[in-house]
């Protein structure tokens, strides 16, 4: 298969190619190389890879924004500070991808699966990650402010230091994972699964927890003033040092 004169193949070398808005709708592109250290970067700009496998292919860097990665199989490809903007990766496969660092502002990821994938660092703002698998995935110091992760799956995710201030998390599964330091300030939380969460300093300002679950949390020194804690079950939970809905401080 050629593109833009380019042979399409799982290995191929494209480093520095330019397909932007190609078609290579189900392509075999295992293990391809998109990036050299010589800063050789693929263009890949709006790109139709639906159901492509870019399984380890190296897109370090590499400019997929409002590219069609819908259902592709992305799994252990390395895509740090890879702009993916806008793109569609709705029910794609990105489970120990390497995604530090990378732009997915505004990027469909609904019921995608990013189990252990590192998202350390990386731009999640208004990124849509409804009924996603995130399920021990890296998101330390991640921006997800104003993202959509209703019904998402957590389970033991690093999220320490992120920013998911105005992020939806309805219904999410947060549980065992460390939301220490984090910022859900605004955040809608209700029916969530904190069970075990480690929210120690974590800045609960104005969120809404409507019967989520906190059996067992770590909420010391966090701040919850303002919070909607309505039919929570906070059994077990550790408040030592807690800033408490009505501003005072739990001893």
Request: charged letters at 15%; glycine letters at 14%.
């Given at each position: 298969?050629?593109?833009?004169?380019?042979?399409?193949?799982?290995?191929?070398?494209?480093?520095?190619?330019?397909?932007?808005?190609?078609?290579?709708?189900?392509?075999?592109?295992?293990?391809?190389?998109l990036y050299s250290a010589r800063l050789?970067?693929?263009?890949?700009?709006?790109?139709?890879?639906?159901?492509?496998?870019?399984?380890?292919?190296?897109?370090?860097?590499?400019?997929?924004?409002?590219?069609?990665?819908?259902?592709?199989?992305?799994?252990?490809?390395?895509?740090?500070?890879?702009?993916?903007?806008?793109?569609?990766?709705?029910?794609?496969?990105?489970?120990?991808?390497?995604?530090?660092?990378?732009?997915?502002?505004?990027?469909?990821?609904?019921?995608?699966?990013?189990?252990?994938?590192?998202?350390?660092?990386?731009?999640?703002?208004?990124?849509?990650?409804?009924?996603?698998?995130?399920?021990?995935?890296?998101?330390?110091?991640?921006?997800?402010?104003?993202?959509?992760?209703?019904?998402?799956?957590?389970?033991?995710?690093?999220?320490?230091?992120?920013?998911?201030?105005?992020?939806?998390?309805?219904?999410?599964?947060?549980?065992?994972?460390?939301?220490?330091?984090?910022?859900?300030?605004?955040?809608?939380?209700?029916?969530?699964?904190?069970?075990?969460?480690?929210?120690?300093?974590?800045?609960?300002?104005?969120?809404?927890?409507?019967?989520?679950?906190?059996?067992?949390?770590?909420?010391?020194?966090?701040?919850?003033?303002?919070?909607?804690?309505?039919?929570?079950?906070?059994?077990?939970?550790?408040?030592?040092?807690?800033r408490m809905p009505n501003g005072t401080?739990?001893?």
């Amino acid at each position: 298969m050629h593109v833009n004169n380019y042979k399409i193949e799982p290995g191929a070398n494209l480093m520095g190619a330019d397909l932007a808005y190609a078609n290579m709708r189900g392509a075999n592109l295992m293990g391809a190389k998109l990036y050299s250290a010589r800063l050789e970067i693929a263009n890949l700009t709006g790109a139709k890879l639906e159901g492509a496998d870019l399984e380890i292919a190296n897109l370090m860097g590499t400019n997929l924004s409002g590219a069609d990665l819908t259902y592709a199989n992305l799994r252990g490809a390395n895509l740090m500070g890879a702009n993916l903007e806008g793109a569609n990766l709705v029910g794609t496969d990105l489970t120990y991808a390497n995604l530090r660092g990378a732009n997915l502002e505004n990027a469909n990821l609904e019921g995608a699966h990013l189990v252990i994938a590192n998202l350390t660092g990386a731009k999640l703002e208004g990124a849509h990650l409804v009924i996603a698998n995130l399920m021990a995935a890296y998101l330390s110091g991640a921006y997800l402010s104003g993202a959509r992760l209703s019904g998402a799956n957590l389970l033991g995710a690093n999220l320490m230091n992120a920013g998911l201030s105005g992020a939806d998390l309805m219904n999410a599964n947060l549980m065992n994972a460390n939301l220490r330091g984090a910022n859900l300030e605004g955040a809608y939380l209700r029916g969530a699964d904190l069970t075990y969460a480690n929210l120690r300093g974590a800045n609960l300002v104005i969120t809404v927890l409507i019967g989520a679950k906190l059996e067992g949390a770590d909420l010391e020194i966090a701040n919850l003033e303002g919070a909607d804690l309505e039919g929570v079950n906070l059994m077990g939970a550790h408040l030592e040092g807690a800033r408490m809905p009505n501003g005072t401080i739990h001893d």
